[in-house]
């Protein structure tokens, strides 16, 4: 039986896809576009390698118990002959004028992760899969699959590293194309025709021993998906099986992209880096009418702005702005965000920048502007403002009776819900960050104290009311936890105290907690 050889790709030839604007939602398909996820599929097989930043030829060594062996090789290395797994004394033996260096998985992994925020320049939505690939969702991404493909490789190389694409409707299948070096776009439903040709080896599934399937006579995918299922699985265990099912698409695999997908997004990109901040500023302020005019037509509105720019050294940098209030008015966006691109770093420059809009709701037409005619809106504009350079929260209730946790941090305009089923309770208007302990003396358990010691002082009561008692949240709370009993004291200077006693009468102390004005 002939068995198909992956080879690595060679470096990129060409330069990129013209560059163009995009503004679409995240969710939009192109006219006459397959429905369902397009997967394109980034292999780089010498990333290990190409980290190091060195000339070849090169390789990388790990041990393994007290062998050293080879780890990665780059492009040089294995047109010499040498591959991962190779004794090192051999590898040296046969190239002794490789470059040898410790193995560093952790700034492979480094640099794959940077690469996955440089990949948001050709979708919303992409995940790292190490410890050498990229997965972009392409679907919905206006210019063609094939000008994505060479785009998205060209890309890479400017960046110092080779890679291999692939397109395809299922994850594992686009990313088992790409590390045979077959540039292929795959229809969707025919996942399963374009795997049977290559090797079992280039599937993953978990610890899946694939020299066992070959002892088998197994050596392609299409031999292991013609076997019957049940045996495969008994023998080799379910990994086999999902990993074939979400190859070929037959189980639906989830996507897990480094960001969430936007509502609406818009980017430029431009020819000639921008570096000044005049030059930022005219692309936010185009940048943000085209948002806007597209969530007009919606009828929906902002509530989180994120401004994302991709440097041409591949360095990516974000800042986000939120409102009170959905609104879509251009100006008043631009003041918000005006402050925030003073983080920004150009370096060399910026040659792609992109608005997302991240969180929007709908919007009436009367409420999406600021111009004096909604006071709620004029007041949410002033927060907004405010919030970007100070703090701006508010207290809401919650459904709590435990007075530490019946109030909760948020938006200044946040709606407040009404609690249903608990009813008002006469609380102070400040209570203490940490209680403070103090001595009490009582005549009857039950009974408020008459005379209490309060940093050092004893106080006579003058008047009091209690218990108030509070059990603790069984669906929230620890086993075990004490009750409190809670009491309204009026000490002979004037002052109103709020104390408790944790535990019941004759167990545990007593502390302040509140004070009144």
Known sequence: MRRRVCRPPRLPMGAPAAAMPCDVPAVAEEEGREAGPRILALHLPWLPTEVLRLPGPVLTWHAVGNRRLVAAVDAAAATLGLRPGQALADAQAMAPGVAVHPHAPERAAAR???????????????????????????????????????????????????????????AGAAMALARCGIPA?????????????????????????????????????????????????????????????????????????????????VSLEVEEPLITRAAIDIAAERLLARLCAALAGEGRGLRRLVLRAHRVDGGVQEVSVGLGLAGRAPRHLARLLAPKLEALSPGFGFDRIELMAEETEPLAASQAGFGGEDERAVLAALLDRVGQRLPAWRLRPRESHWPERAVERAAPLAPVPVPLGWAARRR?????????????????????????????????????????????????????????????????????????????????????????P
């Open 112 to 170: 794959l992760s940077a690469l996955a925020l440089w990949g948001l320049r050709i979708s919303p939505l992409v995940a790292a899969d190490p410890p050498d690939g990229l997965l972009v969702n392409i679907a919905g991404v206006p210019g063609g699959e094939e000008a994505l493909m060479r785009r998205a490789v060209a890309g890479l190389a400017r960046l110092g590293h080779a890679a291999a694409a692939a397109v395809a409707g299922t």
């Open 428 to 516: 102070p208007l400040r209570l203490l960050r940490r209680p403070e302990r103090l001595e009490a003396m009582a005549v009857l358990p039950d009974e408020p104290p008459f005379r209490i010691r309060w940093r050092g002082t004893w106080f006579h009561v003058r008047a009091a009311e209690g218990p108030e008692r509070l059990e603790p949240e069984w669906w929230r709370d620890r086993p075990g936890r004490p009750m409190r009993d809670y009491y309204w004291l009026e000490v002979a200077d004037g002052r109103r105290l709020w104390i408790c006693r944790a535990g019941g009468p004759g167990e545990g102390g007593w502390y302040l907690h509140g004070l009144m």
């Open 185 to 265: 776009r795959v229809p969707a439903g025919e996942e399963a025709a374009a795997l049977a040709p290559l090797p079992v080896s280039v599937l993953r599934a978990g610890d899946l021993s694939h020299q066992a399937l070959a002892r088998l006579g197994l050596h392609r995918i299409g031999d292991v998906l013609a076997q019957p299922r049940a045996p495969l699985v008994r023998r080799f265990g379910a990994g086999l099986g999902l990993a074939l099912d979400r190859a070929t698409g037959a189980v639906a695999e989830p996507f897990r992209s480094i960001r969430p997908a936007p509502d609406r997004h």
